[in-house]
């Protein structure tokens, strides 16, 4: 069989038809899965007035990650999570840092994911009582479904002058008359 008559075959060019069109779908949903998905900041609606500008104490050590949503890996950072040790790695870390026990930060702004995919809330917050770990934003992931504590974990952060019995409830349940999380 000559070339011309190779592809001119029919489960020939069917087999050829279906590795291109898995590739280009391989390709989308790599480019879709592995973007970095954007967070609106919300700070300015009214639902998120209760927590601006209130103040936590760390009640232990944090790890202050420096990360990069670069699909290259360039070594800038974008946010920096503020986790317990150890935290978390990958190349999507570029840089660590520290920040001790004790430590005062302020909630400065509020992010919301902007994707049907993931359902998030984050504080921007900064550092009040010295300086930061390293520069950059100062990101705290919240749990939507704590009742306490603005949604931040206890163990770790505590209310500087202020009631912790803040409850922030979770979509489609009961909430707080003072904070209802976006629909």
């Known amino acids: ?95 660590r840092g520290h920040l001790p026990k004790d430590s005062v930060l302020e909630v400065t702004g509020v992010l919301r994911a902007d994707s049907w995919l993931v359902d998030r809330i984050r504080y921007l917050v900064r550092r009040v009582d010295a300086a930061p770990p390293l520069q950059g934003q100062l990101v705290l992931d919240v749990n939507e479904d704590a009742t306490h504590n603005f949604g931040l974990p206890e163990a770790e952060f505590v209310l500087v002058n202020g009631d912790v019995s803040h409850r922030l409830g979770n979509r489609g349940r009961d909430r707080d008359a003072n904070w209802k999380l976006a629909s």
Not at 88 to 95: L, M, N, T, Y
Request: net charge positive; proline share 6%.
């Open 1 to 95: 069989m000559s070339r011309a008559n190779f592809l001119r075959d029919d489960r020939v060019r069917a087999a050829v038809l279906t590795v291109i069109g898995l590739l280009a779908v391989w390709w989308v949903l790599d480019y879709l899965i592995a973007r970095p998905i954007p967070d609106l900041d919300v700070s300015a609606e009214t639902q998120y007035a209760p927590v601006l500008g209130k103040r936590f104490r760390t009640q232990c050590d944090l790890a202050a990650i420096g990360v990069t949503v670069d699909r290259n890996y360039r070594k800038q950072i974008d946010h920096i999570a503020l986790r317990r040790p150890p935290g978390f790695s990958g190349p999507e870390v570029v840089a």
